[in-house]
């Protein structure tokens, strides 16, 4: 059994990186380290660690599909994802694996796990999502309120999904045409499409770092991002709502709505105003026509 870990950082340096592994190192066989910018990153080549500087930003799709090449070249059985934000405690590859082995035997046909995610934002548990028809599900965002362990899920983010490979393979690599957000949610949609299963757990823990900031609106927490992202979560979750082959016509609907309250939500709390709005618009109209890739923000 072999284990890879793929990292896509931006502007971070080894030690930094080196910190937020340290927990899981023993127990993972290879690292990829994808830099997606100009940085400090040297040759630390050892055994396990593979770092890949491409002194430009390709989006996270790109840089987590070279990554997924090149454990696919050194026979990985499973794929752990992360980025620079998540940090993952002691033993996290033993119980994520035991989860995968309890999960798959319980569900069947498994895809992927996933840990819940505790956002060190907004000091709470991130939880998942369960899609039934317009309505979406937040599960496992208390953890006392809930007794399961382990559901079902529709989606996960990336960071912390432990993905078996071969499976991986069969769903295929990530979409670059949507270059940042929404990818990882792609990618499961996809593997349920096929017929696999996702599962979440709601006692394995990683911390992680979500948004520089959030707000709250109407009970609902807008993450605080860079003005340019908002371009890309607004044009991809439009896209998606009304190109995707992987999702039904429920789906369609709420992840349209979501994408304008998105979009509100931006322009009520991110500044500039300006620049956000404009960001907003352009993602709003490059979305209805499916026009995808990267935009030139700087």
């Known amino acids: 059994m072999s284990v890879g870990c793929i990292i896509v950082v931006y502007k971070k340096n080894l030690k930094f990186l080196i910190h937020k592994i340290k927990n899981v190192y023993k127990d993972v066989d290879n690292f990829y380290i994808i830099s997606n910018s100009e940085n400090n990153l040297k040759n630390y080549k050892n055994k396990k660690i593979t770092i890949i500087s491409l002194n430009v930003n390709l989006g996270i799709a790109a840089a987590q599909n070279l990554a997924i090449f090149n454990a696919y070249k050194n026979k990985n059985d499973y794929i752990l994802f992360s980025d620079q934000d998540t940090k993952f ?37 991130s939880g998942f999502v369960q899609r039934k028809f317009l309505f979406r599900k937040d599960i496992f965002q208390n953890s006392s309120s809930e007794t399961d362990d382990d559901k079902k899920i529709t989606e996960a983010m990336s960071s912390g999904m432990f993905i078996d490979a071969e499976k991986l393979r069969k769903v295929g690599y990530l979409n670059e045409n949507y270059f940042l957000d929404w990818v990882d949610f792609d990618l499961c949609w996809r593997a349920l499409k096929k017929g696999y299963n996702i599962v979440g757990s709601r006692s394995i823990v990683a911390s992680h770092f979500l948004g520089s900031t959030s707000v709250k609106i109407f009970n609902k927490s807008f993450h605080i991002h860079a003005p340019f992202r908002s371009y890309y979560i607004v044009r991809n979750g439009i896209s998606l709502a009304l190109y995707s082959k992987n999702i039904n016509f429920f789906w369609r609907i709420n992840i349209f709505a979501n994408s304008l309250r998105y979009a509100f939500g931006y322009m009520l709390f991110m500044r500039p105003f300006s620049k956000v709005f404009n960001f907003i618009i ?3 109209v490059h979305g209805l026509s499916n026009t995808l890739g990267k935009i030139n923000y700087e």
């Open 282 to 284: 352009l993602g709003f």
């Open 89 to 125: 405690p002691k033993n996290f590859i033993k119980k994520i694996l035991n989860f995968y082995n309890y999960a798959n035997r319980k569900y069947g046909n498994l895809f992927a796990v996933a840990p819940n995610l505790y956002d060190r934002n907004k000091n709470t548990l």
